[in-house]
């Protein structure tokens, strides 16, 4: 209940999680029948990045900062959902602010699909219900993310994503990440499930990671890492699982995660990414 995501907002590790949510909205759209997203820590949904959180930390600037110079047109094209989300949302609400999740998922959404979006933290929630309230195909729910995971799938539409970013804040959240989702999958085995995680210690996160060789699903492990785990302390990269990732998106990233990891690096030598597939084979 203490996370904040104003202080982090725009960050690197905002870059990887948001390029990833608008390549899997994007394929979903590819097909005329409609389609849910739920977003289980939704946060507020905008963020300012002149504002004194923003300011204060400055994290910003090491990532969609460093964003500005284009890269090489391959990579622009697997870029071009996420700019063209951010162009739209700073068109309506102003340059310095930087979208959220919820905010991606209501500029990406066709009339026809559907958003829900959870969020326990009673301060933000009101933020999040204030912003997208009189948004017909949006709902925001004040519910525990974790609850709502179960409680909200299998949807009425039977194609869609889970995104599901926790907060960190207790031991042992990593873990339970797999759990969860390796449960959900048993109720809901076609949706998409995308698990945002810290990288701060490469062993504890390798560990965590063994169960994802028991999901009954097709897994990719995506990391982008800007500092070495454990040599510089704090938050040394970041990752998603992705369960049942659209089959587009292991190239997409195989093209993208390159050209991240040298744009985004904050020490000379560049720490390196992870790209795997795990779980049941396709």
């Known amino acids: 209940m203490n996370y904040r995501h104003a202080f982090h907002a725009g960050n690197f590790a905002d870059v990887l ?14 097909k005329p029948k409609p389609f849910r997203v739920i977003d289980t820590h939704a946060g507020t949904g905008l963020y300012d990045l002149s504002g004194d959180e923003a300011e204060r930390t400055g994290e910003w600037r090491d990532g969609i900062g460093r964003l500005t110079k284009p890269f090489a047109p391959e990579i622009e ?17 102003g340059e ?24 326990l933290h009673p301060q933000d929630h009101a933020a999040l219900a204030l912003r997208y309230h009189q948004v ?15 409680a909200l799938i299998p949807p009425k539409e039977k194609r869609g994503l889970v995104l599901i970013d926790p907060p960190y ?11 969860e ?14 698990g945002w995680y810290p990288i701060k210690q490469q062993a504890a996160v390798n560990a965590a990671l063994g169960a994802l060789d028991t999901l009954s699903r097709p897994v990719l492990r995506i990391e982008a890492r ?7 302390g704090g938050l040394a990269g970041s990752g998603l ?21 040298s744009r985004l690096a904050q020490v000379d030598r560049v720490p390196g990414f992870t790209l795997e597939r795990r779980g049941a084979p396709d």
């Not at 699982?241 to 990891?261: R, Y």
């Open 17 to 30: 999680k948001h390029v990833v949510l608008t390549r899997i909205i994007a394929h979903l759209r590819l």
């Open 77 to 93: 094209a697997v870029l071009a959902d996420y700019r063209a989300v951010l162009a739209q949302v700073r068109a309506r609400h």
């Open 96 to 119: 310095g602010i930087y979208p959220g999740s919820p905010a991606i998922i209501r500029e990406m959404l066709r009339p026809v699909d559907r958003g829900i979006l959870v969020e």
């Open 136 to 150: 017909s195909n949006l709902k925001a729910l004040h519910l525990d993310g974790w609850q709502a995971l179960h």
């Open 169 to 179: 804040e207790k031991t042992g959240e990593l873990p339970r990440l797999v759990r």
């Open 181 to 194: 989702i390796a449960r959900a999958l048993t109720k809901w085995p076609t949706g998409i499930y995308a």
């Open 226 to 232: 800007v500092r070495n785990p454990a040599e510089e």
């Open 241 to 261: 699982i992705v369960a049942n990732p659209p089959w587009t998106l292991q190239q997409d990233l195989a093209c993208l995660l390159p050209a991240l990891d």
